[in-house]
């Protein structure tokens, strides 16, 4: 039971971890070739998303911790954890390359002269947490609806 309770849980929160990086996701096509200001103004809509880390490090920790439950069925053993390091990679690449952005641009309230590059590299970050996180979503139902092998309560 504990197994499963794990997976809903990992389920629903990399669901709602895909709520902000699919908004980027579909807002990027309007956003990218905006001028400095409009742009400048677009992105304090953003301010308070950071409490979204919360919920991303929760799916991350809730679909380890399914992994973990799971260890005896291999199947969903490898979607939890999978769930989980993409997850990871999502974090990875926020720091890598989202919050350098952020931090060049004082939270886009300030513009350096390269601030085209900077909105390039922070729109496409998101995107491709998008896609990562939707990866993500779609190894925790896997694991969630996985039944093969031996059945792990």
């Known amino acids: 039971m504990a197994t499963k309770t794990f997976q809903f849980v990992a389920t629903i929160l990399t669901a709602l971890a895909l709520v902000p990086a699919g908004a980027h996701l579909i807002e990027l096509p309007a956003k990218i070739d905006m001028p400095e200001q409009p742009y400048f103004v677009v992105q304090q809509i953003y301010r308070g998303w950071a409490l979204f880390g919360v919920v991303i490090l929760a799916a991350m920790f809730a679909n380890f911790a399914s992994a973990f439950l799971a260890r005896r069925n291999a199947r969903q053993f490898w979607l939890s954890m999978t769930a989980g390091l993409l997850i990871a990679a999502m974090l990875a690449i926020f720091f890598a390359w989202t919050f350098p952005a952020n931090q060049a641009t004082a939270n886009w309230t300030s513009a350096p002269e390269d601030w085209e590059q900077l909105r390039t590299q922070w729109e496409y970050s998101h995107a491709v ?21 031996r059945h792990t309560d």
């Open 129 to 149: 947490n998008a896609f990562v996180t939707f990866a993500a979503l779609l190894c925790a139902v896997g694991a969630a609806l996985s039944y093969g092998g």
